[in-house]
């Protein structure tokens, strides 16, 4: 056995393809005996994920040796959409030509699908400092997407210490949702300098979407006309998916 990984349900998996898939169409996945990881850059370089998973976030995981494997999203995808939510999922490599998944439930299926070649290199993580930082309820924040969505593109998020506001404009008129620090909603506020930057809206609205079956709340920082870092918690014991979305730089 080169390696396998245990989980008591699907949640956390069908998480992880439903993140990569808003971004990349193959995955190469990183294993070593310490947890199990990915990361890549989709390919207009807008935006980059990167997953941890440890080894103490599973039921079971076994690993003798550093290992990658490499898969198209849409048939992996297509594997966790066949569990229920409860199912338990066993993932494993006897070999380094196939990847097993096995779904338990009241009987087992096992697949076999065929790993790809992969054209894997490394992405290194932007080298950042953040001087806004917000926690906030997930559900609020996909509204507020929607409603900037309805009107544009793009979101123009400021920062101060008082308040937060998203706004968007487009041909059509202007759109804006102030979240003051102390709504229910916002859950943290640190601003060690007032921050403003643009992002596109589709990208946030996929990220959000992708985290809504495991976390409650999103992590969001960025600085001024800067990267942002959205993050948000895998497992309860451990293990987190982190998004790096490259600013709109916009020419006066």
């Known amino acids: 056995m080169v390696f396998l990984a245990k989980t008591s349900n699907s949640v956390y998996w069908k998480v992880v393809v439903d993140a990569i898939a ?60 066949r569990a229920g939510s409860k199912d338990t999922i066993e993932i494993s490599m006897k070999d380094e030509s196939s990847l097993i998944v096995r779904i338990i439930s009241d009987y087992s299926s096992e697949f076999s699908i065929h790993l790809i070649e992969s054209t894997y290199g490394p992405t290194p993580l932007p080298k950042l400092s953040f001087n806004a930082k917000a926690i906030i309820d997930l559900k609020t924040f ?88 959205l993050q948000f918690q895998l497992t309860e014991q451990g293990g987190n998916i982190s998004f790096y979305l490259a600013p709109r730089i916009e020419e006066r």
């Open 22 to 81: 808003t971004l990349v169409e193959e995955a190469t996945f990183e294993v070593n005996p310490s947890a199990l990881s990915f990361r890549a850059m989709d390919p207009s370089h807008v935006a980059l994920i990167d997953l941890y998973w440890p080894n103490t976030a599973f039921d079971n995981f076994e690993c003798d040796k550093d290992v990658k494997f490499s898969v198209r999203i849409s048939d992996f995808k297509k594997l966790m959409d």
């Open 142 to 229: 996909r509204k507020i997407l929607e409603d900037i969505s309805t009107l544009a593109d793009h979101v123009t998020i400021s920062a101060t210490k008082e308040k937060i506001v998203f706004s968007g404009k487009s041909d059509t008129g202007n759109v804006a949702v102030e979240l003051i620090s102390s709504s229910p909603a916002l859950k943290l506020l640190e601003i060690k300098e007032d921050s403003k930057a643009t992002y596109n809206v589709n990208y946030l609205t996929s990220i959000s979407r992708a985290a809504k079956d495991i976390s409650e709340t999103i992590s969001y920082e960025f600085s001024n006309k800067m990267p942002l870092r």
